[in-house]
């Protein structure tokens, strides 16, 4: 069955600390995606990959970064976390037809 | 600006009862557009894909209509379940392939009560 797993499902963070969210895929798909939700807005993309050991920006990648070590896993990383990046992330990916979400990582910054 | 409006913001219906949830939208181009379910606290779940100029779509007790010259889209659940409660998501595909981008509409809330 496809799955795509995020961890940790949730976490708190101090501003000014690293975090580094993890995503795992047994789709075998090419595609992978960050994307963060915040209340009351559409889901926003912060990076993607098609390919092990690149990344692309998205819409909104300032304060992130992130990392495609091989094609199964794909990790979002917050450098220095700010307030303003409290939200849930959501990690997807894609196939020629199909979408798969994560379950999603709850983020408080604090 | 956002590019995919979704109406009402939320609803509440009574089990059994039937709803529709509307989708508008300014994504150019507009390939296919997806409704999602998203339960709270979980992640999406895709419930339909429409691809063509006018399109409708069945999957149990949902249906999907498309009509890309009006740019509107609908969800209608029939004889909605407690189960139903949740959020659903419409997002635009502006490519058929995996370099489009997807457009998220901030999605309708909607509540079964018994």
């Known amino acids: 069955e496809a799955a795509v797993t995020q961890s940790p499902r949730s976490k708190v963070a101090v501003t000014g600390g690293k975090v580094t969210l993890s995503c795992h895929q047994t789709?075998?798909?090419?595609?992978m995606y960050w994307y963060r939700q915040d209340t009351g807005h559409g889901l926003r993309l912060i990076h993607y990959s098609y390919v092990a050991d690149s990344t692309e920006k998205g819409d909104i990648p300032d304060g992130y970064k992130a990392s495609r070590p091989s094609q199964e896993n794909f990790s979002l990383i917050l450098e220095l976390a700010s307030l303003s990046q409290t939200a849930v992330y959501f990690c997807?990916?894609?196939?020629?037809?199909?979408?798969?979400f994560g379950a999603g990582t709850r983020l408080s910054v604090l | 600006k956002t590019q995919v409006e979704q109406s009402p913001q939320s609803l509440v219906v009574r089990q059994g009862e039937n709803c529709v949830l509307q989708?508008?939208?300014?994504?150019?181009?507009?390939?296919?557009l997806r409704w999602f379910k998203q339960d709270t606290g979980k992640g999406l779940v895709s419930l339909t894909v429409l691809v063509d100029q006018k399109d409708k779509t069945s999957n149990g007790r949902y249906s999907a209509t498309l009509d890309k010259d009006a740019k509107h889209s609908t969800l209608h659940i029939t004889a909605t379940l407690l189960d139903d409660t949740a959020t659903y998501i419409c997002?635009?595909?502006?490519?058929?392939?995996?370099?489009?981008?997807?457009?998220f509409g901030a999605g309708t809330q909607l509540i079964v009560i018994p």
């Open positions: 997807a990916s894609k196939g020629l037809n199909t979408l798969y």
């Open positions: 789709n075998n798909h090419d595609y």
């Open positions: 989708c508008n939208y300014s994504v150019t181009p507009d390939n296919h």
């Open positions: 997002v635009v595909g502006d490519r058929g392939s995996a370099l489009g981008r997807l457009h």
